[in-house]
């Protein structure tokens, strides 16, 4: 079983609309739960991170992490055409580093 | 403030050759990490290394890739031999220290990717 499952879609959404991403785990000893963007030919950029369970704000974006499930969400609100990269959740529980392989998202214009 | 810089962005090498891959940190970043992407597989961890140490390989395979951080110079990824499983896109992160709380500044890299014919 892999540490850290995400769904690789691609998925394709209109602008305006609400986007829902997510990721499972299997590793209790996860503390901290980030969101990656990468666009195409670059190295991933750090969107949001949050420690523990609970939700996390940042303008259009939304990170929640729920422990009891082991699953973690990044909502994206009036989805706009720069958003179109591909979303990397990554986990750690202090050191390493592991990430789920990546949602390739489309918003189209 | 120039961020992490990776060089080549691009590199071929025929199965059989070396490939080295460079990495300079950011400025006042002394750890770097060392991730590959293969397509369908997400980001792996490779290594973990701080000047003049490795600190954690676990990630490595275990033959024909090998990796260095000087006291001078940029972090060098090296693969011998190389097989067309080795073509992939490889990242390097720096912080300025251990952490694995993403503000202090895990940075990465835009990559080189390497494909082997």
């Known amino acids: 079983q892999k540490e850290v499952e995400q769904d690789p879609g691609p998925l394709s959404v209109p602008e305006g609309a609400i986007v829902s991403l997510n990721c499972t785990y299997s590793n209790s000893a996860f503390q901290y739960f980030m969101w990656y963007r990468q666009y195409s030919r670059k190295g991933p950029e750090l969107l949001m991170y949050t420690y523990s369970s609970g939700n996390k704000e940042d303008g259009r974006f939304t990170a929640q992490v729920d422990k009891s499930s082991k699953y973690i969400s990044l909502f994206i609100r009036d989805s706009q055409p720069s958003d179109s990269a591909t979303y990397l959740c990554?986990?750690?529980?202090?050191?390493?580093?592991?990430f789920g392989t990546g949602t390739s998202l489309t918003v189209i214009p | 403030n120039a961020g992490v810089m990776q060089n080549p962005r691009h590199l071929v090498r025929r199965r059989g050759q070396e490939a080295r891959l460079r990495c300079s940190p950011m400025k006042g970043h002394s750890h770097v990490y060392w991730y590959r992407q293969l397509p369908e597989e997400g980001l792996k961890f490779m290594v973990y290394?701080?000047?003049?140490?490795?600190?954690?390989e676990s990630g490595m395979p275990k033959e024909r890739f090998s990796a260095e951080f000087p006291k001078e110079g940029p972090s060098i990824l090296r693969i011998q031999q190389v097989v067309r499983g080795d073509s992939a896109a490889y990242f390097c992160?720096?912080?300025?220290?251990?952490?694995?709380?993403?503000?202090?500044?895990?940075?990465f890299g835009s990559g080189t990717r390497l494909t082997v014919v």
């Open positions: 290394l701080q000047k003049e140490n490795i600190i954690d």
């Open positions: 992160a720096s912080s300025p220290r251990t952490t694995g709380v993403p503000n202090y500044g895990y940075t």
């Open positions: 990554a986990m750690t529980p202090g050191n390493q580093f592991y």
